[in-house]
């Protein structure tokens, strides 16, 4: 009998730090060296949608700063749990848009694939926090409904990689089905919505990179950027990784009272984007999702925003502001200039 080699047996380093990531607010605090009298207030928020923080990212958080904006970002909070009219559970109408299990089909030429509930880590703000993934969820079926939907519907050219977060899939997954992908011809696309780069880099390795490169598919990888600090060395040199593999790297950032919504920071953030090889794409008005409504910024502050980043910056790095409203075919475009 040929005994196992401890490389086989060995999960990847950046599962073994997802594992490792914090989920209980009480060490979230005591990690940032933070007063726990305000813990209580949290703990509810955190019952009905669990933190979940790796140390990678953790790592860039200001210790016993309670506004860092990275914080700001995933710390759980009583005011979570107060009801707000025009905050719901489905806020950009992905229920209503499901074909298949796990397969979305919102705009023309595009189709959107759940591959799981799992991401690395929670933001508060996600659309997604409500979202029943035990009933649409493609990769529980093994794809194949949603392969057979996208091989009948010829118009579709791009297949948009969601969650979730994919990249929480093991590579064998991913590479599995992305050769599904490759097989249907009139497919010329994959985009890979994901925040492991920035919150936990060491997940692109070199089966990634490997399987990536591999595709006949143009993969275009949409970061979720909300501020300049997410963005490190480590996070550079891991979007020159994607870069050399052929990635087209893309940033939507959502806009966030008290984390990204000035000037200064949104400069800042473009600038740290473009030194790591990434587009600014969109900047989202918040999907108003029950439990988020302390970050939302209002459109009219949205739109002075944006005038005072087009006086700032380079064309190329104004990301468009846009809000998604459910039953649109299309992202909906905010001009610079209200009453």
Not at 234 to 253: D, W
Request: net charge positive; with cysteine.
């Amino acid at each position: 009998m040929i005994p196992r080699s401890d490389a086989l047996q060995q999960p990847p380093q950046w599962q073994k730090e997802l594992a490792c990531a914090i989920r209980e607010p009480k060490k979230l605090y005591q990690a940032l060296e933070l007063n726990p009298d305000t813990l209580m207030g949290s703990l509810a928020a955190h019952h009905s949608f669990r933190l979940l923080v790796p140390h990678a990212y953790l790592a860039k958080m200001k210790k016993g700063d309670k506004n860092d904006p990275l914080l700001l970002q995933v710390l759980p909070r009583k005011i979570e749990n107060q009801t707000v009219s025009g905050f719901v559970s489905d806020p950009v109408g992905d229920l209503a848009a499901v074909q298949t299990p796990g397969l979305l089909h919102k705009y023309h030429g595009r189709a959107l694939l759940i591959t799981t509930g799992a991401c690395a880590i929670h933001c508060r703000y996600c659309f997604r926090r409500h979202f029943p993934y035990s009933d649409s969820n493609a990769s529980s079926h093994n794809w194949q409904p949603a392969l057979d939907y996208l091989q009948a519907n010829t118009e579709i050219h791009e297949v948009i990689l969601s969650g979730g977060d994919p990249l929480t899939l093991s590579d064998k997954k991913l590479a599995d089905l992305s050769q599904k992908l490759d097989n249907i011809p009139h497919l010329h696309t994959l985009r890979i919505h994901t925040r492991l780069p920035l919150v936990l880099p060491n997940r692109i390795n070199n089966e990634l990179l490997a399987w990536l490169a591999k595709s006949r598919l143009k993969v275009v990888f949409v970061l979720h950027a909300n501020h300049a600090n997410e963005i490190d060395t480590h996070v550079q040199q891991v979007c020159q990784q994607l870069k050399q593999a052929g990635v087209l790297l893309l940033n939507q950032t959502v806009l966030l009272k008290g984390i990204n919504d000035s000037a200064a920071r949104m400069t800042q953030l473009s600038h740290a984007l473009f030194a790591a090889n990434v587009l600014p794409y969109y900047l989202h008005l918040l999907d108003r999702v029950q439990g988020s409504a302390h970050y939302e910024c209002s459109t009219i502050e949205a739109s002075h925003l944006m005038q005072t980043l087009r006086e700032q910056l380079p064309g190329y790095l104004v990301p468009k502001l846009v809000r998604e409203e459910a039953g649109k075919k299309f992202k909906t475009p905010i001009p610079d200039k209200l009453a």
